[in-house]
Structures are given as C-alpha cells and as structure tokens.
C-alpha cells in the first residue's frame, strides 16, 4: 500500500463522527489559549492601574478557561508629623525641633473599623524619647486592631519641666478630638497610652484634665483634654519616696524640688470617679521603676470605683515594649487587645 492509500485508510479508520468529535474539542483547546494570553495581557494592564489580580482556573477539562478577579487594595496612608502648635508652641525656649511637640499619625490599614484612637507617649525619663520600641512599634500593632494611633513627641527636661509636659499632653488629646472627622475617628473613644515616665505623663493626663475653653478662638482649645480610657505600661506614677523614679523627677520638677511639687505630680493621690478606666502592666523583676507605682494606682483606682485591670509578670525587666518574643511577658499586648474589645473599643458602634 502506497502513502495516499494508508493516508485514506487513516481517514477512513477514523471515521466521520469521530472528526466531528475531535473538531469542538480542538477549537475549545485554542479558544482557551486566546483566553489565557488576554487575561496575562490584562493582569499586566491592570498592575500598571495599581490594582490587584487574582486568577482563579475553573474546575473542568484541559480547555476550561481561567476567569479574573480583581479588587481594589486599601490605601495605605504613610505616618505623618502635625505640630501640636503651627505657630510655635506656648512656653518654647527656641525653634529647634526639640521646641516643637508634635504627633505622627500612624492610620489604620484601608480604615479605621474601630472609630477608636491612642496617643502614644514613649518613656525615656523625661530626658529622651524611646520612639521606636515604645512609640512606631506599639502604633503599628494599634493599627492591626483597627486602631489610629499617634505617637507623641513631647518636650523635655533639663530644658523644659512640669507644667510643659503636661501642656504638650492636653494638647495632642485636644487636637485629636477637634479634628476626629479628619482622622476617622469617634471624639468619644480618644485614649492615651504611656510607657515608663510616658505612663508618668498618660497618668498625670488621667487626673489632671479639663473640659475645654469654650470662649477660646481656637477650636483645639475648646475640646476636652480628658482621655477617654488610660494604658499604662511599667509606669511612673508617684513622685515620692520610696517608689519614685529619681531621674524622672529632677528631669520633669528640676533638682530638689518642692514636696508639694512632688505631692502634686504623685497620681495616685489624684485619682476620682472621673479618671478614665485603666489597663495597667507591670513586673516584679523591674528595678528601675517599682511595680509598687501601678500597684498603688490600680488601688487608688479600685477605691474611687473605676474599672481597672492591673498585670503584674514575675519576669521581665523595664523597658520591655512589646516583648513578643517572650512567651510570658508578651502576653501583655493580647490581654490589652481583650480588654479594649471587652470594652467595646475595637468596632465602631
């Protein structure tokens, strides 16, 4: 049998119905091909856009076509400083940026669900601001909740002492409340966190506030300088002996100050039904500044009937931060979360 004839005897063993058959099959085949290159042209398309693109392949034979999806990704706001004073702040010594306290603004990823903001304070003795470890760190893990935090940049002694601080404080709660539309949050649900002599300042914030001068000509200044809720992390509390952190009081009151300067810089002697309610944590091994300083407040706290919860680890030394490596201490950060959303602070309403 010559070529032609095993050519017809093939066309002929494969039959009419069977070249039907094979036809649609070769047609989806390419057709799903186009398909696949035109969505990989689109996905390229669609990048450029700044769009995300996910490719879902439908289940089915070797033909079956992949269908796109796509989504739009959050936006993602990068931090951004306010000055608490756009003209200078009241009582600066100079216009350095030491004399110019601020906030930087950390947002939540896509938004803010929780209608919730935190004012961060670092610690540092009032002599240095620890901003990273217990300002952006903590403001980031703010934002995984849902939460817009802020860190705030206070002045500082020797340069500066009490009231500045203080004022720095009120300032950064104020502003927030008066501009809580612009950062997406509830004018109610305006707390204050603070670490170490931050916990001094967040505390001293806590107990010393006011409603706001309504005559003021600048809005920030009618708003209310009390925090809605206080988070005190190994926290200076008392100015006195034997409990008192000694840098933080010549840092913030100066050398041998008045002992009613150091009676009236003691929180835990100022504590009403009025202060906001208190997560508080400390440790037992912290030598620098004694649990004795959250203990006394928390008690302080409990006896004027204001909701509190106090964590005291065994281990741990001061300045932790978050301490997630730790498998003890670090737990602090998930027994916060639980007490903001037993709150309330973690959905908006």
């Known amino acids: 049998m010559n070529l032609s004839a095993k050519t017809r005897s093939h066309k002929a063993s494969v039959g009419p119905q069977m070249r039907t058959r094979l036809k649609p099959a070769v047609a989806r085949t390419a057709r799903g091909t186009r398909e696949r290159i035109n969505l990989r042209r689109t996905a390229l398309r669609l990048r450029r856009l700044g769009l995300l693109v996910v490719l879902i392949a439908l289940p089915g034979s070797l033909g079956s076509s992949a269908m796109a999806q796509t989504r739009t990704v959050p936006k993602v706001e990068e931090p951004r400083k306010i000055y608490l004073w756009e003209g200078g702040a009241p009582g600066a010594l100079g216009s350095e940026e030491a004399d110019k306290p601020s906030l930087t603004y950390y947002a939540p990823w896509g938004e803010n669900i929780s209608g919730t903001a935190v004012i961060v304070a670092p ?46 404080a009120q300032r950064a709660i104020r502003m ?158 998930r027994l916060l979360a639980n007490w903001l959303r037993m709150r309330g602070l973690l959905t908006r309403p």
């Open 123 to 168: 610690g540092g003795g009032y002599a240095f601001l620890a901003s990273n470890h217990e300002g952006r760190q903590v403001a980031n893990w703010f934002n995984a909740l849902g939460v817009a935090a802020f860190v705030l940049t206070y002045r500082l002694g020797p340069r500066y002492h009490h009231p500045i601080e203080l004022g720095d």
């Open 176 to 333: 927030v409340r008066a501009r809580a539309k612009e950062f997406s949050v509830l004018p109610n649900r305006i707390g204050i966190m603070g670490f170490s002599a931050g916990g001094h300042l967040a505390s001293t914030a806590a107990t010393h506030f006011d409603d706001g001068n309504a005559a003021a000509s600048d809005p920030i200044d009618r708003a209310g300088s009390r925090p809605d809720f206080t988070i005190l992390a190994y926290a200076v509390i008392t100015m006195k002996p034997p409990y008192a952190h000694e840098g933080s009081v010549h840092s913030l009151l100066g050398e041998n100050p008045d002992p009613q300067l150091r009676d009236a810089l003691s929180n835990e002697l100022h504590v009403t039904p009025q202060t906001p309610p208190t997560f508080l944590f400390t440790t037992s091994e912290d030598t620098a500044v004694p649990p004795e300083n959250s203990v006394q407040f928390y008690l302080a706290l409990h006896k004027a009937g204001v909701p509190a919860e106090l964590h005291a680890f065994e281990k741990g030394r001061h300045g932790v931060g978050l301490d997630l490596a730790d498998p003890a201490t670090g737990e602090w950060s």
